[in-house]
């Protein structure tokens, strides 16, 4: 919860702040649990919070407006978004200090929304809590796993959307175990599908069959966290794989493989082949990642895959920790 007086539609900003800064995580897609619907609500995510990348801005009072750094034009439509609906003073400085790169899995979109509103939140007291600046930035319409890592961090289960236009209901949260890796793979050629080629995607496949989406739905409930809340990384990794391969397959005729990266999937291969059962791609991807025991383990497997895919072969690699908390914001209070 974003907490502060309920001053909506007062166009001055709080006195008391002058400056917000948020931080905020970006998140695994691990898959949807049903595709087919026929209960009524359809989707239904699994997801983690990361520490790394991340998104990081912050907003203040200005003599004129002013926005820079990366991502900052896609940050000031919702700056003004906002501003338009609470009829807001516009003459903010707003500065984007690191930024969840687009389009490769990791939820960029929805953080850096949700980034936005919580500091013009804070900086004008106004009442809003994640769901309602989702709601007011059109985030969140399939899945709201960004925006309960965005308020607590985990791992994370949502009910899928029903009926109504809100977010689903987050019907699980646990905490990623603190001993846990996440190795992240990185393809820079490639982005996964967005906009206008999602809504596509999903209008072109056929109906998923109800009987795989009841599987998939024993799987994560029955085996995935349960052997999460026990620590069980054998169990909950293969989990995780069986849920990547048939959203994987289903996914495959659109993205034109199980994964969309050729070059991210020959390093799940990899992994599988080192024991690592865990592996799988974060919604469209490309980004790829496994899940890892120890942090000698996952330095060990770091280290030998960026020497077997070294800086040209177009991969990267990164280290993350699960994250078991929300967003940071930081007040500045004016200067004396």
Do not use: K
Not at 70 to 85: G, M, P
């Amino acid at each position: 919860m974003i907490v502060g007086p309920a001053l909506a539609g007062n166009a001055n900003a709080d006195a008391r702040v002058a400056r917000v800064t948020v931080t905020v995580p970006a998140r695994l897609h691990l898959g949807f649990v049903d595709l087919n619907g026929g209960l009524g609500r359809r989707f239904g995510s699994l997801g983690i919070a990361i520490d790394t990348p991340r998104t990081r801005l912050s907003l203040g009072r200005s003599e004129r407006p002013r926005a820079e750094g990366v991502d900052a034009a896609r940050a000031q439509r919702h700056l003004e978004a906002l501003a338009e609906r609470y009829r807001l003073d516009r003459r903010l400085d707003l500065r984007i200090e690191e930024s969840i790169p687009h389009h490769v899995g990791l939820g960029s979109g929805t953080q850096l929304a949700l980034a936005t509103g919580a500091a013009v939140a804070r900086l004008f007291g106004l009442d809003l809590d994640a769901r309602a600046i989702a709601g007011l930035l059109d985030r969140g319409a399939r899945s709201s796993i960004g925006i309960a890592t965005f308020e607590q961090g985990g791992v994370v289960l949502d009910g899928g959307r029903g009926e109504s236009d809100e977010p689903p209901p987050v019907l699980s949260r646990l905490p990623f175990p603190e001993a846990w890796r996440v190795l992240l793979i990185f393809d820079h050629a490639r982005q996964g599908l967005h906009g206008p080629e999602e809504a596509q995607a999903f209008r072109a496949l056929p109906l998923f069959p109800a009987g795989e989406a009841a599987h998939l739905c024993r799987v994560v409930l029955m085996q995935a966290l349960p052997a999460l809340a026990e620590r069980d990384l054998a169990r909950f990794g293969a989990a995780v794989a069986e849920l990547q391969r048939a959203i994987g397959d289903y996914f495959a005729p659109v993205q034109g493989a199980r994964f969309l990266s050729r070059a991210v999937a020959d390093v799940l291969a990899w992994l599988e082949v080192e024991g690592i059962a865990g592996v799988g791609q974060s919604s469209w991807g490309p980004t790829g990642f496994g899940l890892i025991g120890s942090e000698a383990e996952a330095a060990a497997l770091l280290a030998a895959a960026r020497r077997r895919w070294p800086a040209d072969s177009g991969l990267s690699f990164a280290l993350s920790r699960g994250r078991n908390r929300g967003a940071d914001i930081e007040l500045q209070a004016p200067a004396r």
